[in-house]
């Protein structure tokens, strides 16, 4: 969703849909970080049990891909709505509705 409401802000110049699409990603970097740490816990859980046995165990290539996963899409969500944001005054006695649009 995210990507389709950048893609849409960019070919017609609608700036208003930057926003959301930062929101989305960077709630879809949540939604891998809570998933991931769900994986962790299960994973600790099992290993802890008297049901089985481990000698030792370590996270494959696919955890730390979804742990790059979560940052990048967290801070470009972040970077993508401190875009987005209207210009600030350049005057102190100047408000944001009185500034000149950037267009």
């Known amino acids: 969703m995210g990507t389709i409401f950048v893609l849409l802000s960019s070919s017609k110049k609608r700036d208003y849909l930057l926003r959301?699409?930062?929101m989305f990603y960077a709630f879809s970097g949540l939604c891998i970080f809570v998933s991931v740490e769900v994986l962790r816990q299960s994973v600790k859980r099992?290993?802890?049990?008297e049901d089985t046995v481990w000698?030792?165990?370590y996270y494959s290539?696919?955890?730390a891909c979804a742990c790059s996963?979560?940052?990048l899409l967290f801070l470009g969500g972040l970077a993508l709505l401190l875009f987005s944001l209207p210009r600030?005054?350049?005057n102190p006695w100047e408000s944001c509705m009185d500034s000149e649009p950037e267009h």
Request: charged fraction near 10%; glycine fraction near 0%.
């Open 46 to 49: 099992m290993i802890d049990s």
């Open 20 to 22: 959301p699409a930062s």
């Open 55 to 57: 000698i030792e165990y």
């Open 61 to 63: 290539w696919s955890f």
């Open 88 to 90: 600030m005054p350049q």
């Open 69 to 71: 996963a979560f940052v």
